[in-house]
């Protein structure tokens, strides 16, 4: 199946603690299909002290599951995202609007 959701996309949370709050994906898990955003279902870790960083309790962004984000349009309200064939090349659509997400 084709991702849905990239790197550097800006989303939205449907479900899940941080429901409603905006963030940008930092990376993708296909194989467990999760994704990181930033600032988003973070989780304090503990981290040991090494010669180049300070260590102690750190938050972190853990992953949180592709079915509980949404892509953000122009009108920054979430969209489901379908697929478009022009000249040869495979394109993401926004499903509310009809526009092109990348050109």
């Known amino acids: 199946m084709a991702a849905k959701l990239r790197k550097g996309d800006e989303v939205i949370v449907l ?27 973070m ?25 509980n984000l949404s892509l953000m349009d122009k009108n920054g309200k979430a969209t489901r995202i379908g697929f478009k064939i022009e000249g040869g090349k495979k394109l993401r659509v926004a499903k509310t609007t009809g526009d092109v997400i990348d050109a």
């Open 43 to 67: 989780a304090i870790r503990h981290e040991k002290q090494t010669q180049t960083t300070q260590g102690g309790r750190l938050p972190k962004a853990m992953p949180i599951d592709l079915s």
């Open 15 to 41: 479900a899940g603690k941080d429901k409603g709050k905006k963030g940008t994906v930092t990376s993708i898990v296909p194989k467990s299909g999760k994704a990181i955003v930033d600032g988003i279902n």
